[in-house]
């Protein structure tokens, strides 16, 4: 599970990157009840995404026109600048260097080795989400990945993140379950599934983050997406063990996973 008590390489945060901040907040406030608020003056229109009043991530539009429409997952760090010069070593590459953030933190970000991007958080004032696992809110995250053997080396290198492997149904192949290093099979909080780079064009064939969002009535939601104007590019599919997801994107093309997980 996905926890608000931010060890190393935990998830610590959700952006959104879009072409058009007012629908994309109409959108997500009608599939999820999320509302928003400006982060300040000075944020280039950068907006903080609250759910019953708690912080849950941030939302903003574009820097460049060939900046894509996504979804991003921050992973915690207590040095970043450690942990950015060891990305750099197991061969990511890097596209912001460390950088203060107002005094709310400090963030880089690289592209793991098989492309698929990595945003780094040092907290200050601001630790990351307030709340998670609850309904409309994240529930995990997943990594889709041309060589899921790479990125376990990348990751296990950069955090120290221990994994479990289980065989997918069918022919599905292995998913690998990660959790933090030192910690028991409760704080696991995603997983890396390999996926042939053909099956992948919205990256190009690189590898890409889904955060998973906890909803309480998968079809329902699928339904309310759909009808505001999202796309379902899979399911609702019951998935033994794990609940019943469907995998989708909103108007702009931004990819998340929708999950009601198994009672218990």
Not at 121 to 127: C, D, F, H, R, V
Not at 132 to 138: C, G, M, R, V
Not at 186 to 215: N, Q, S, Y
Request: aromatic fraction near 10%.
């Amino acid at each position: 599970m996905i926890t608000t008590d931010y060890v190393i390489g935990s998830p610590c945060w959700i952006e959104l990157t879009t072409s058009d901040v007012d629908r994309a907040t109409d959108f997500y406030s009608r599939v999820f009840g999320w509302t928003t608020e400006s982060a300040g003056p000075d944020t280039g229109g950068y907006m903080l995404i609250r759910y019953e009043g708690s912080l849950i991530g941030g939302l903003g539009p574009k820097m460049s026109e060939d900046q894509p429409v996504s979804w991003s997952l921050y992973f915690n760090t207590p040095d970043l600048d450690a942990t950015f010069n060891r990305a750099r070593e197991l061969g990511a590459t890097p596209y912001v260097e460390p950088t203060d953030v107002m005094g709310l933190g400090r963030m880089a970000y690289v592209a793991d080795p098989q492309g698929g991007s990595v945003s780094l958080w040092e907290a200050g004032t601001l630790p990351g989400m307030e709340r998670t696992d609850d309904p409309n809110t994240l529930v995990w995250a997943e990594l889709w990945t041309p060589s899921a053997q790479g990125a376990r080396d990348f990751y296990g290198g950069l955090f120290g993140w221990e994994f479990a492997d289980f065989e997918l149904p069918g022919d599905g192949g292995v998913y690998a379950v990660a959790r933090p290093a030192g910690l028991g099979d409760d704080r696991a909080f995603g997983g890396i599934m390999g996926v042939d780079a053909a099956d992948l064009p919205a990256t190009r064939g690189a590898a890409d983050w889904h955060p998973v969002f906890h909803v309480t009535d998968c079809d329902a939601t699928v339904a309310e997406m759909t009808a505001a104007g999202g796309h379902i590019h899979m399911g609702p599919d019951d998935v033994p063990g794990v609940g019943r997801l469907a995998v989708g994107a909103d108007p702009f093309g931004a990819g998340y996973v929708l999950l009601t997980p198994n009672p218990g």
